[in-house]
Every structure is written in structure tokens, then in C-alpha cells.
């Protein structure tokens, strides 16, 4: 009975993020890659999203500060990340990495400035978001696969 009622809070929660926009259908087509063989294969690819974004916000923030005004530069780290946000179905974050994009297209540095600061909000609330999701689906047991968000 545990297991279930923990079941269906990880399928609300993750219902949740799709709902508000912080994923989406990419995520479900990673989670569709875990199989028996690897039944954490989400909860991994996510891990190194975590750890790789955050590099490369860090490696952003330095290039900011060290190349003032050079939006070429700029542009260049924030793809990546945009690009690492797109392969997980980080929906918010790879919005606001396009409109901070869209700033050095305009070479407006206070727009940068601005997008790059919601960038790291996002980011900072999918991390906690996606680790309470995972840790609910540890709870649950094997079984604990959630379902597509409409399947609630």
C-alpha cells in the first residue's frame, strides 16, 4: 500500500513539472530508455545533467566576467548548455538559455545579465524538483516507473 501511495506522488510530482513547464517530452523519452538492465538510467543521465550544466554555468559566469561584452563568446557557452538542457527535456531552462541568446544576439549585456540570473534559478529549482522526484522513485521499489503525465 506504501509503495503505491508513493507511486502516485512521484506520477503527480512529475505531472507537476510538465504542467509548470520546467520539462518536457524529451524527459519521458529519456526515462523510456531505462530498461532491467539499467533501471536508473534516468536518474543517471540527470545526475550528469546536474553536474555538467553546473560546470558549464560556472565556465558562463567566468567568461562573462573575464570577456565583458564579447556576445559571440558568450552565445557559444550558453549553446552548450542549451543544448544539454534540450537533451533532458529541461523545458524552463532552455528558455531562458534561448532568450539570453536572443540578449547577445542584440548585444544587450544587461539583458544577458538578467537571463543568465533565471537561467540559474531554473536551474537551481529543476535540481530540486527532479532529486525529490528520483529519491520518490527510489521509495517506491522497481515498480516505481512513473508514467507519462497524462497518465496519471
Known amino acids: 500500500m506504501e509503495y503505491a ?12 513539472l510538465f504542467d509548470q513547464g520546467y520539462l518536457d517530452e524529451q524527459f519521458c523519452q529519456v526515462e523510456d530508455l ?5 533501471p536508473n538510467f534516468a536518474e543517471e543521465v540527470v545526475s550528469l545533467f546536474l553536474k555538467d550544466s553546473t560546470r558549464l ?3 558562463i559566469e567566468q567568461t562573462m566576467e573575464k570577456y565583458p561584452r564579447d556576445f559571440n563568446r558568450w552565445d557559444a557557452h550558453m549553446q552548450q548548455l542549451k543544448g544539454s ?14 532568450s539570453f541568446r536572443n540578449n547577445c544576439g542584440d ?3 544587461e539583458g544577458c545579465m538578467r537571463s543568465f540570473q533565471k537561467v540559474k534559478r531554473e536551474h537551481a ?12 522513485l527510489r521509495q517506491a521499489g522497481p515498480a516505481g516507473t512513473a508514467t507519462r503525465p497524462g497518465a496519471v
Do not use: H
Open 5 to 16: 501511495n508513493l507511486q502516485r506522488q512521484a506520477a503527480s510530482l512529475k505531472k507537476s
Open 34 to 38: 531505462q530498461d532491467e538492465a539499467s
Open 57 to 59: 554555468m560556472t565556465n
Open 85 to 98: 538542457c534540450s537533451s533532458i527535456g529541461a523545458s524552463r531552462m532552455k528558455n531562458e538559455c534561448t
Open 107 to 109: 548585444e544587450n549585456a
Open 125 to 136: 529549482v529543476l535540481r530540486q524538483k527532479l532529486e525529490s522526484y528520483f529519491q520518490l
